[in-house]
């Protein structure tokens, strides 16, 4: 390749930096309910009492301290580009009940402004009962809340009684309700400043859900020349999250705080999931690095508009995935459609991968690039052309994208959305075996990193 064809790829993915979406698949307990509610060792589990985080790390503390030590020494071997903690946010067990949550959240490098509220995220079907309805506000960090908005959730108290099934399904979606914004050292926030995890690497960190991208995809199967010109693209975290929960929720349940062992477990199925959306393992979908040379030779010669509308296309196409996914999903749920396709793969998974310390990169993220140029034929091929095709349009955030189900049908026929929905139930089936690999690795092994 020539050296002036190199240096117009390189500037391409500097674009990258900033085309990338933070969401993945749209209300995650809609995806893990079917699957979870197939292992019926999880099903005939009695419920469990519930507990504060303040509550659990205080009687822990001290073994906290050695766990996430451990995991801090075991992550700076295994995970390549793992950014180490300072040691000055390393957990120390010091018994101050007043700060003890603080600590922890920033020892674990998480927005130390979540409020880790006792609660349950009820299914679009479940009835609130007599049951108090928890605010969206009083969960989240995020200031526009208008996503949790179709939402109930109901408030638990310390000492109920609950089921673990219906814990571990709410604590799948918690990680988007901001664990992981302004922890760059250029997102003007003064824990950002402090985690040291550097520069965002990608993402516009200007954008509210910008700042989490880096902690929700991870790019480990482009091209080489990809990465020799884009080194930020490997700066990826969800293997640090993934692994740190695992090690925690093992941590709970060894030290018998069920609560906490399944809430660990459900953030974890969240960062594995988001690798299951081939929008986050692939950077741009359905544009190849020749592709990309071409558009950024014109661009360079004056003609920039074949890599605006690459960008804007790609982010276009994500929105309208994710959207058909959560409307669908929805509308199945509402309705009682236990054949519906989507549910039905979620819960007949594909056969089973063990899962080991690699999975995420070597099975989730590969699967989800290998299925990445099909997903983006299929959605120009069926989905309305105006919110995929058309570059001039900004699809995210449109009235158009929440009829998508609609105009698809409208457009092109009862068969478009037919054949989304068994492309989505295809993943499905294997984000349903991931789930459950995770969920056995756990609760067979007590502890894989001390």
């Known amino acids: 390749m020539r050296p002036i064809a190199l240096k117009f790829l390189a500037a391409l993915i500097i674009v990258i930096r900033f085309c990338t979406s933070s969401l993945a698949w749209v209300e995650h307990p809609l995806l893990a309910y079917p699957v979870l509610s197939t292992i019926a060792e999880l099903q005939g589990k009695d419920p469990i009492v519930v507990k504060s985080l303040a509550t659990f790390l205080l009687e822990q503390e001290k073994e906290l301290e050695k766990l996430l030590n451990d995991y801090e020494m075991w992550a700076r071997k295994n995970l390549t580009y793992y950014a180490p903690t300072p040691d000055e946010l390393l957990f120390r067990a ?9 600590r922890f959240l920033k020892a674990i490098r998480m927005n130390p402004n979540m409020k880790m509220r006792l609660y349950l995220h009820l299914m679009p079907n479940e009835e609130v009962g007599e049951m108090e309805i928890i605010p969206v506000q009083e969960l989240t960090v995020l200031s526009d809340v208008s996503d949790m908005m179709h939402t109930r959730y109901v408030r638990l108290n310390e000492g109920d009684l609950v089921s673990p099934f219906c814990v571990l399904c709410t604590a799948n979606d918690e990680p988007d309700y901001g664990f992981d914004l302004g922890l760059f050292e250029d997102n003007n926030t003064p824990f950002g400043a402090k985690y040291g995890f550097g520069v965002q690497p990608f993402g516009d960190p200007n954008l509210e859900y910008g700042s989490q ?79 990309m040379i071409w558009t950024n030779i014109k661009a360079i010669l004056g003609f920039p508009k074949s890599k605006d509308n690459a960008v804007q296309l790609v982010s276009n196409r994500h929105s309208v995935l994710e959207q058909f996914q959560w409307q669908q999903l929805r509308d199945a749920y509402a309705n009682g459609y236990e054949s519906h396709p989507m549910i039905m793969a979620l819960k007949n998974p594909v056969e089973l991968v063990e899962y080991t310390d690699d999975f995420a990169v070597k099975v989730v993220a590969k699967e989800s690039v290998g299925r990445a140029k099909k997903v983006d034929k299929c959605l120009k091929e069926w989905m309305p052309h105006k919110l995929v095709s058309v570059p001039e349009f900004e699809t995210p955030g449109s009235p158009e994208l929440l009829r998508v189900v609609e105009l698809a049908r409208q457009e092109n026929g009862e068969e478009a959305v037919e054949g989304m929905t068994l492309m989505l139930a295809d993943i499905f089936r294997s984000y349903s075996m991931h789930m459950k690999s995770f969920f056995r690795a756990i609760m067979n092994k007590e502890n894989s990193i001390a």
């Open 94 to 102: 010091t018994g101050n009940p007043d700060d003890v949550v603080d």
């Open 213 to 291: 991208a880096p902690f929700h995809m991870g790019f480990y199967h482009e091209p080489r020349i990809v990465f020799f010109f884009g080194p930020f693209l490997k700066k990826t975290m969800p293997e640090f999250r993934i692994s740190l929960c695992k090690a925690l929720a093992e941590f709970a349940f060894a030290s018998g705080n069920d609560y906490w062992g399944y809430r660990f477990m459900g953030w974890g199925m969240h960062y594995l999931g988001d690798l299951s959306m081939p929008y986050h393992a692939a950077p741009l979908p359905g544009v190849s690095a020749l592709k």
